[in-house]
């Protein structure tokens, strides 16, 4: 059975830190490219950070800088690492995995709410 756990969202003052956590089982995780995707009430979800199989980064224009996102095969954990936080980064996160070989297989976690308030 696949899944996905997201843990570590929260409530954080403007230019705080977060770091969410992604743990995957039922698939075999070094095969995924992992990303991280945001939904904001009202607007549709996005991406956010991606770090495929090979380790390759990449990050949305609006968090370039101030997000890093990181993976632990050993563990099957992907991690965001969220700093200099914005009321505009408020949403639920979710951690996403997807493979293309031999078929494109694509799993979602449930979120994790993160909101930007003084």
């Known amino acids: 059975q696949v899944q996905l756990v997201e843990s570590g969202g929260g409530l954080v003052q403007p230019g705080g830190s977060l770091r969410l956590s992604c743990a995957a089982s039922g698939f075999t995780f070094i095969n995924y490219d992992m990303s991280w995707y945001r939904q904001a009430p009202g607007k549709e979800r996005e991406l956010v950070a991606i770090i495929r199989s090979g380790g390759t980064l990449n990050y949305a224009n609006s968090v370039r800088g101030r997000f890093s996102i990181s993976r632990d095969n050993a563990k099957a954990t992907v991690y965001l690492q969220m700093n200099s936080l914005k009321p505009e980064d408020t949403a639920v996160y979710y951690c996403?995995?997807?493979?293309?070989?031999?078929?494109?297989?694509?799993?979602w976690g449930q979120g994790t709410q993160v909101t930007v308030s003084s």
């Open positions: 996403n995995a997807k493979s293309y070989y031999p078929r494109i297989q694509d799993y």
